[in-house]
């Protein structure tokens, strides 16, 4: 068995690969993380608009804030905020995402 990394989904995995038989094997936290996001991206969050000063204020879930914590993610005060289509926002959290990365994360 040699060690690898398998790309799916934008994440990363840490995986063990036989050079004979192609089996892998995936590390199971890495697993487990991949789970938790698709568990995350599924799940529909209701969540109020506030009037704050001039702007309007949305609150983002813990339970994604914290995940994307986990993950190791550089998290700034500022974020990219880019209406898309009518009825759709999208936020970016990361720095140098351009309009491709944004489809791809999708």
Known sequence: MQK?????????????????CKEKIIHPF????????????NKEFHVKMRL???S???????????????????MNDMVRLCFEDFGKLSLNFGEGLNKIDRRNLK
């Open 4 to 20: 690898a990394k398998i790309l799916k989904n934008g994440f990363e995995f840490r995986a063990m690969i036989c050079p004979k």
């Open 30 to 41: 890495d697993e487990s993380e991949f789970n938790k996001f698709n568990n995350l991206k």
């Open 52 to 54: 704050v000063g001039n």
């Open 56 to 74: 309007y204020a949305v609150s983002i879930p813990k339970e994604i804030v914290l995940f994307m914590r986990e993950q190791e993610k550089i």
